[in-house]
């Protein structure tokens, strides 16, 4: 492996978080920056004004695969267009260089970001430091597995038997590609009442961002769950492999579609004056001057123009693994 492209790797494993608490260690790293400015003399009023920072770490594993993997790319394009730079601190330069050749090769601007995102955190700096016109690309005109429906999901649970289970399995869950792999029988666990539920671990299940979670298992499939786990080993994966003409995300849209039908309000009963947190508190020193404390009770989709209860959206987006109510319009519930 070229010198450049191995110490671009090395940088990012050096912050390797990976099974630790992303929010523990955001909290103690903040508190850690207010400290510091608190002994060199500053006012209550002044580390009040200091912005919340991100953990300086990556919590997640598919982030550093991610990081890892353009670190790389961007290693070898510096050896092979700047040969001079012959370190990471002096390749530091031509990353706004190689941000706008991705932009001039006409990538998605999602992977321009996802490369930009990686520099950041290989120079331990703000992705805002590198500089890149990145062209505007809005969620509502996505079309990724817009095309799944009830007939597609159909013919996928008639395929084989075990690929059949293992799509009523992800419909059941809702659970992505790399969730599904890590799996185990012992991450059901029951509610007091004796239902199911799907609990993620942030270090053993691989979930977007490192985030543990709790998956809800809707009545109508309790029984076939409780049925599969009966013919399933303890103590081993489910599905090591996902089958790979298996629509996930389309499942996961399907998921998301029962979730919000079972507890979502009809839009004429919902009460104009109800207003739904837009922020948890202290996310809100992030954008002070620009992030509402509340909102209202209704979501309307600018694309149609489609209203959504935004409650029902939220509890949604939270067991789907966001954190955000137009992720699950705009992605999920075409």
Known sequence: MPELKKACSMSLLAINGIGTSKSQHQLEFNAYLRECASRQGATAAELRQIPYAPSPLIHSYGTMTLYIYYAQKFGCWVEENHP??????????YAHEYIQSLIDRGLAP????????????????????????????????FTRSRNYDEIA???????????????????????????????????????????????????????????????????QNQEFVRTFLEECAPGEKICPHAPEHLDIHGIRSL?????????????????????????????????????????????????????????????????????REDVVVNSYLW
Request: proline residues 6%; positive net charge.
């Open 110 to 141: 999602s992977t321009v970001a996802s490369a930009r995102s990686a520099l950041a955190k290989l120079y331990r700096t703000s992705a805002d430091d590198i500089y890149a016109d990145i062209p505007v690309r809005h969620t509502y005109n």
């Open 84 to 93: 001079d730079a012959e370190h990471v601190k002096y390749a530091r330069r």
């Open 255 to 323: 998921y998301a579609r029962d979730y919000y039908s079972y507890i979502a309000r009809p839009i004429q009963k919902i009460p104009q004056s109800e207003r739904i947190p837009l922020k948890h508190p202290k996310f809100d020193a992030k954008r002070p001057n620009q992030v509402r404390d509340t909102a209202p009770a209704v979501y309307t989709r600018l694309s149609d123009g489609q209203k959504f209860d935004r409650r029902a959206l939220l509890i949604v987006s939270k067991s789907l693994g966001h954190n």
């Open 153 to 219: 999901y159909k013919c996928d649970t008639l395929k084989t038997r075990k690929c059949g289970k293992i799509a009523m399995l992800c419909r059941a869950t809702g659970v992505r590609e790399t969730e599904l792999e890590h799996l185990y029988p012992e991450c059901f666990q029951r509610n007091l009442d004796g239902s199911l539920y799907l609990h993620l671990d942030g270090s053993r299940q691989h979930p977007k961002n490192g985030k543990s979670r709790d998956i809800i298992i809707l009545p």
